[in-house]
Every structure is written in structure tokens, then in C-alpha cells.
């Protein structure tokens, strides 16, 4: 039907007429969107077929595979008479071998990228914490002027974390923004059959927020507390 709806319309098996009630969902498998399904029982009328030649099914879990498979042999054992043991009596194909493969693969993936994240946070935090530090030395004579003046320890403190927290949230976001147009730019490579489409999880984001944040401020506090901390008179005399 190309780009027409194809709901209501009809389609022809063997001469035989059928009616599309409902259309699947895009799924990036290809082979699937060739796929067409008609009712059990009509396809027994048409064709004969009285019996139901394999099954397919899910395990929620790929690890209870075997747990599983053992289950279905007894379930069909007990109903056709057949020993459960005896694993000629049925052919059956485990596909979540593979599946445990990439669960396990992409598990050590996933560890590898924690604490290569973790180690960028705290290499980050040293950076900034450096860069705060470098500018308290650089900014003493406005910080003893203002000390002079009666700015209180806690407004010297504030205005120290504050510029270290927005140059943590501006790192951030430029991350957030460069993962944002990665995910956009993936679908122009063709790969979703093969790993999926990325996208960007609500949870991790506001995990990875609140981390940066908790660097960011343990970063400025000391260079903060340091500049708080400045005798004036020292300050001006040098």
C-alpha cells in the first residue's frame, strides 16, 4: 500500500481475500516488516494444517533460559508422553546464547564506561578546583578590598562556589549537547538493526547532574574557604 493507510483495505492470499484490521509497529528488524499474520484457524481451513509446528517464545530473563527450556520439556512431556529427558524428542533452538553474550559484553561495557566517567569527574574536579584556586591568587587585592569593606566571609565563600558551579554547569551542558546531537546524527548510519537506536535516559541525566553538581562544589569549596580566609591588610601591602 506504500504510504496509503492500509487499515480497512483488502489483501489477497491464494485468491482468498483478506481484511487488514490493525498494522504492527516499526521495528528495525527488516525482516519482520514483510511479515503478515491471518488467524490460526483459517490458515488450518485453508491449508490443512492441524497442529501447531513449533512455538516461539520470550524468556523476561536470558539467564532462566535453561531453567526454562527444562520447564518446557517437562510441560510437553507430561502431555505427549514422551520422557523429558530425552532431548531428541523435540527439536529446540536457544537463541538467548547469543543474546547472553551481549548481555555480559555490554555489562563489562557499561562497567568500563562508569569508571572511565568516574575518573573524567574527579580529573574534571581537580581541574576546576585548580582553576579556582589559580584565580583566588590572581584576584587577592579585589578579594581584600572587599573584605575591607565589610563583605562578610560567607558572601566571599558564596560568589567563589557560585562561579565554580557555573562553569560546572556550563561543561555540562555542552556535554548534554554534543550526546544530544550524537543521537540525533545516529539514525544517518544505519545501524539500529544491529544496536538499537540511542537515547537519552531521563535517570542517568539527573544522576550524572546531581555528581557534577557534588564535584563542582567540593572543587570551589576549599579555593572558597581559602579566599574567605585573606587578611586584608596583607593582601593591600603586597
Known amino acids: 500500500f506504500k504510504d496509503e493507510p492500509a487499515i480497512g483495505k483488502?489483501?489477497?492470499?491464494?485468491?482468498?481475500?483478506?481484511?487488514?484490521?490493525?498494522?504492527?509497529?516499526?521495528?528495525p528488524q527488516k525482516w519482520l516488516s514483510k511479515r503478515a499474520f491471518i488467524p490460526a484457524s483459517v490458515f488450518s481451513q485453508m491449508f490443512g494444517t492441524r497442529y501447531v509446528s513449533y512455538i516461539i517464545y520470550q524468556?523476561?530473563?536470558?539467564?532462566?533460559?535453561?531453567?526454562?527450556?527444562?520447564?518446557?520439556?517437562?510441560?510437553?512431556?507430561n502431555k505427549y508422553k514422551f520422557d523429558p529427558e530425552d532431548r531428541e524428542a523435540i527439536f529446540m533452538w536457544d537463541s538467548t546464547?547469543?543474546?547472553?553474550?551481549?548481555?555480559?559484553?555490554?555489562?563489562g561495557f557499561k562497567i568500563f564506561l562508569?569508571?572511565?566517567?568516574?575518573?573524567?569527574?574527579?580529573?574534571?574536579?581537580i581541574g576546576v578546583a585548580n582553576i579556582m584556586n589559580v584565580n583566588v591568587e590572581d584576584r587577592k587585592k579585589e578579594i581584600g578590598i572587599k573584605i575591607a569593606l565589610g563583605a562578610k566571609k560567607r558572601f566571599i565563600m558564596a560568589q567563589?562556589?557560585?562561579?565554580?558551579?557555573?562553569?560546572?554547569?556550563?561543561?555540562?551542558?555542552?556535554?548534554?549537547?554534543?550526546?544530544?546531537?550524537?543521537?540525533?546524527?545516529f539514525p544517518f548510519l544505519k545501524l539500529e538493526e544491529y544496536v538499537g537506536n540511542p537515547t537519552i535516559s531521563f535517570t542517568v541525566a539527573t544522576i550524572a547532574t546531581?555528581?557534577?553538581?557534588s564535584v563542582?562544589?567540593?572543587?570551589?569549596?576549599?579555593?572558597?574557604?581559602?579566599?574567605s580566609n585573606l587578611n586584608p591588610i596583607e593582601v593591600l601591602r603586597d
Do not use: D, H, Q, W
Not at 489477497?12 to 487488514?20: E, K, S
Not at 543474546?99 to 559484553?105: A, D, S, V
Not at 568516574?118 to 574534571?124: A, D, N, P, W
Open 210 to 213: 546531581s555528581i557534577l553538581g
Open 10 to 27: 483488502n489483501i489477497y492470499l491464494n485468491n482468498v481475500p483478506f481484511l487488514v484490521v490493525g498494522v504492527m509497529t516499526k521495528t
Open 216 to 227: 563542582g562544589f567540593i572543587a570551589g569549596y576549599l579555593p572558597a574557604r581559602k579566599a
Open 160 to 185: 567563589f562556589i557560585f562561579e565554580t558551579l557555573l562553569i560546572v554547569f556550563i561543561g555540562g551542558i555542552t556535554g548534554f549537547f554534543i550526546s544530544y546531537l550524537i543521537i540525533r546524527f
Open 97 to 107: 546464547e547469543f543474546e547472553k553474550t551481549f548481555f555480559y559484553f555490554f555489562l
Open 59 to 77: 524468556p523476561k530473563e536470558p539467564r532462566l533460559s535453561k531453567y526454562i527450556e527444562k520447564k518446557v520439556y517437562t510441560i510437553l512431556g
Open 114 to 125: 562508569f569508571i572511565a566517567g568516574t575518573f573524567s569527574v574527579i580529573v574534571g574536579g
